[in-house]
């Protein structure tokens, strides 16, 4: 799989849209790019993912540039419940599986007042 | 619905005891992980099953660790011998298939801590 760079912690205005930016330069053209977050002493929760187009749900909106080599985490009025670490995972195919996710740092985003 | 639930929440333990740790995914899914994420680290992989069999075990640190799922549900992650770099938090996830787009969910994880 891909591996991804993303800048290790950035702090956020409560109200404020924050956008965590994401680098995956090697993404190859099955590889999909997820986001997750962790908040403290908790599991990781699912917020969003997408291939090449961009994509929109509930929690986040998810940009990705056409050349796939970096994309943006969009949360657009962050609250101090999104004080989380956010993870940026290209999941690809291996073998005859999809499998697993590789986790690397992560951002800590600090949600303050 | 029910999410992903991992027991005990919290394990103490003395070195070179053995210890088994469960997960209960969620109804239906059939493919279950396993992670281990230390202090300050993201989860690192150790294996994946599709239904009863072990898909990739390729992250399990050594033959200390092992773990099953008899039924295709339940799985239980063992560890003999433990030892004090076993600490850490053991998180299990589930999604209904193996698939690019597929979502896995994951539990609250295990605190284990080997004395």
């Known amino acids: 799989d891909a591996k991804t760079t993303q800048p290790p912690s950035m702090d956020c205005a409560e109200g404020r849209a924050a956008n965590l930016p994401c680098n995956h330069s090697?993404?190859?053209?099955?590889?999909?790019v997820y986001w997750y977050r962790q908040i403290h002493s908790q599991g990781p929760q699912y917020i969003i993912h997408g291939l090449k187009n961009n994509e929109t749900n509930e929690m986040a909106s998810l940009i990705i540039t056409e050349d796939r080599k970096s994309s943006t985490l969009i949360l657009p009025h962050a609250t101090l419940r999104d004080t989380a670490v956010y993870y940026c995972?290209?999941?690809?195919?291996?073998?005859?599986?999809?499998?697993?996710?590789?986790f690397g740092a992560g951002t800590q985003v600090v949600v303050t007042p | 619905g029910a999410g992903v639930s991992q027991t005990p929440s919290n394990k103490v333990t003395e070195k070179g005891k053995y210890v088994e740790l469960r997960c209960d995914p969620i109804s239906g899914h059939t493919a279950l992980y396993w992670y281990r994420q230390s202090l300050g680290q993201g989860p690192e992989f150790l294996i994946y099953f599709q239904g009863t069999g072990a898909a990739d075990d390729s992250g399990l640190p050594n033959d200390r660790f092992f773990a099953v799922r008899p039924e295709g549900s339940v799985s239980t992650l063992k560890i003999q011998r433990t030892e004090r770099g076993d600490s850490a938090v053991y998180l299990c996830?589930?999604?209904?298939?193996?698939?690019?787009?597929?979502?896995?969910?994951f539990g609250p994880g295990t605190r284990l801590t080997v004395l």
């Open positions: 090697t993404i190859s053209g099955n590889e999909y």
């Open positions: 996830a589930s999604s209904p298939r193996t698939g690019g787009r597929d979502t896995q969910y």
């Open positions: 995972i290209v999941r690809g195919r291996q073998s005859d599986s999809w499998g697993k996710f590789q």
